[in-house]
């Protein structure tokens, strides 16, 4: 254990600088190239004072110009800007929970899709009321599957999961008007209310900026999250490794890349069938090695112990390694830079489905009847293209660190029973960790979430905050790209407890866990929600009242401004590294930085500086602390 050691931002950086390289070599362009170019920003669009949503525009806000054509000002700018972003993260979410509930909806005993925890099926069945006695279990997956997809567009009510919140929480959404009805209308109100000539009142714009990230976080997301589990299995603690070094020049390198893991899931599969690995190895590879970049990355190595080779701004890179013979992507995040990139290599662009298409790809339409077909084709695909590699563009760095992952609520509820030694002999609920957090043994907690953005160092925020945290006895849960920062520095290997306070290095000993725990994907906040839910009731708090913040230092997708908005909704004060183009409006500034306070007891911080983000988490989580008199 004596030699543990982080790797470096500059490490990193060393390693980028020597792929690119490679790519000057064969001409390709890369997204350090493109930010040149699109440096400076338009001032406009940063400060979200650009309307263009009607054709009478585009039209600016400035001092001489302080309306559009319509009068609009530059509030009602900004807050309709803000909500279509908050939109289109909650419809991506979502309807990648959609197809998750699809699939099981077409999950079938002979596969390729199966019920693979049929307790939490039943779980979901009885808290939604749904008859469970002597059903067979596919029969119960196609009706529970059936209501999930309904939630989409249900006609009255409000999102069933949202039963899980605690009834203080649920009493704030509802005299907020926040409390989020059926998926689809929610994005079609937040189209509607910023539809040329409706709303401009930034507070009504907020309102249903939560209300439709709510029906992400307490919705769609819930449901990718929860149908995942139920299709593909609950996490538990796995061991993987991360970073680019997890690419095996001997083999046949395939990358996951996207989000959806039904894909993913069958691509792995194929690659572990010994007749695929014969296969390969009578193409002159010595086997297979399916590694994942972003969150596609995250569901595989959460249930899989499947390698993480990076995060989102190490796309780019695993195709420079020139030893990538297929990147596989399913939705969102994806470069379509992939395109051009992947054509100065031998690597295939494979896209998969219809909802992001790309140019200079191999499609192969992906769908729940033909996955196994399709999942076969591509990773015969890849097979065939090793022998197409150039060896002299070959340079995969051996940097990797371990990692255990797998870290959902149950697995952390299991985890830390036991942990504590004394009164609490309650297992099966979060008070040893409660305790742990009361005792002041851990301060608390800190949900760290989100992209990359290359108007940051990439993974410098992710990193040096959660070194912070842990130092100072804070734990990190962690999703996203954010989880995968933490891995390829190291933050989860459990070595890593001698970065920590104290009081955290204990708990890690006895409980036998990193300080850096992996929730999972970007959809999986929505574990966080419940972990944050499940607290508050096990300790009779409401959720603000927790030490527990979370942070998106360098997010930079509508998704990310989606979970913002439901996590701070859910009563968590959420901070932000990188401003969601809001600046030009102080009113806006002021409720998303102080007045949804009233509405959720909580609100939003941006800080750009590094040093003061960390403290200001660790100030907010000692106040609360405070007000608790712990
Ligand atoms: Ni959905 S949204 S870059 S992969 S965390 Fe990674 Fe996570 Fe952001 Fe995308
Ligand atoms: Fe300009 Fe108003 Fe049209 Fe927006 S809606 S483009 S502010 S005229």
């Known amino acids: 254990m004596g030699d543990f050691k982080l790797t470096t931002i500059e490490e990193n950086e060393a390693i980028t600088n020597r792929l690119l390289e490679t790519g000057a070599k064969v001409g390709a362009d890369s997204w350090q190239l493109r930010v040149k170019n699109q440096t400076p920003h338009c001032k406009f669009g940063e400060q979200g004072v650009c309307c263009r949503i009607c054709s009478m525009g585009p039209c600016r806000i400035t001092p001489k110009a302080p309306r559009g054509i319509c009068g609009c000002d530059a509030h009602g700018i900004v807050g309709r800007n803000f909500l279509r972003f908050t939109a289109g993260g909650c419809a991506a979410h979502s309807d990648h929970g959609r197809e998750i509930a699809h699939t099981l909806y077409q999950a079938r005993p002979e596969g390729p899709y199966k019920v693979k925890d049929p307790e939490k099926l039943i779980r979901i069945a009885k808290e939604w009321n749904i008859e469970t006695e002597g059903k067979d279990i596919y029969d119960l997956a196609h009706e529970v599957a059936y209501v999930a997809l309904g939630e989409y567009g249900k006609i009255e009510g409000y999102q069933n999961f949202t039963s899980r919140a605690p009834e203080h929480t649920r009493e704030l959404w509802k005299k907020a008007e926040i409390m989020p009805r059926a998926v689809d209308r929610e994005i079609a109100t937040a189209m509607h209310m910023t539809h040329m000539g409706n709303t401009s009142k930034p507070e009504a714009l907020v309102r249903q900026s939560f209300r439709t990230g709510l029906s992400d976080g307490w919705g769609g997301s819930m449901t990718g999250t929860e149908f995942s589990d139920v299709l593909f299995g609950t996490p538990t603690p796995i061991e993987t490794e991360a970073n680019l070094g997890v690419m095996v020049a001997e083999n046949v390198n395939i990358v996951v890349h996207g989000h959806d893991p039904s894909l993913s899931e069958l691509i792995c599969e194929y690659a572990d069938d010994p007749e695929m690995i014969a296969y390969a190895k009578s193409k002159g590879a010595k086997g297979i090695t399916v590694s994942g970049v972003c969150c596609t990355s995250n569901e595989v190595a959460m249930r899989r112990g499947i390698p993480m080779a990076g995060n989102f701004l190490q796309q780019e890179n695993v195709v420079l390694t020139g030893a990538c013979e297929a990147i596989v992507v399913d939705v969102q995040c994806i470069f379509p830079a992939l395109g051009p990139l992947s054509k100065c290599f031998h690597t295939k662009f494979v896209t998969t489905s219809p ?180 607290l508050a009731k096990d300790s009779g708090l409401n959720i603000s009242q927790l030490p527990v913040v979370g942070c998106a230092p360098e997010w930079m997708s509508e998704k990310a401004v989606s979970i913002g908005n439901y996590v701070v909704s859910t009563g968590l004060d959420t901070f932000l590294g990188v401003d969601p183009y809001v600046s030009g409006s102080d009113q806006m500034c002021e409720l998303l930085t102080n007045g949804v306070r009233d509405w959720v007891e909580a609100a939003y911080t941006v800080e750009k500086d590094l040093d003061k983000l960390g403290d200001l988490m660790i100030e907010r989580i000692e106040e609360k602390r405070a007000a608790l008199g712990i």
């Open 355 to 534: 909802i992001c298409q790309m140019p200079d790809s191999d499609f192969v339409r992906f769908d729940a009847a033909t996955a196994g077909e399709n999942a076969k084709a591509i990773v015969k695909m890849a097979i065939d293209n090793f022998e197409n590699r150039n060896p002299d563009l070959v340079y995969i760095p051996d940097t990797k660190q371990k990692a255990t992952v797998g870290y959902s609520v149950e697995a952390i509820v299991k985890t830390l029973d036991g942990v504590t030694n004394s009164q609490v002999d309650e297992t099966g609920t979060t008070k040893p960790l409660l305790q742990c957090i009361t005792s002041g043994v851990i301060r608390g907690a800190v949900a760290m979430v989100g992209c990359n953005n290359p108007k940051i160092r990439p993974d410098y925020l992710h990193v040096e905050l959660m070194k912070k945290m842990i130092a100072n006895d804070i734990v990190i849960i962690a999703s996203g790209c954010s989880a995968q920062a933490a891995a390829k520095a190291g933050l989860m290997d459990k070595a890593a407890k001698d970065l920590c306070g104290a009081g955290l290095k204990r708990v890690c000993e006895l409980a036998d866990i990193p300080p850096v725990l992996h929730m999972g994907s970007c959809v999986d906040i929505s574990r966080m929600l419940m972990l944050a839910a499940e």
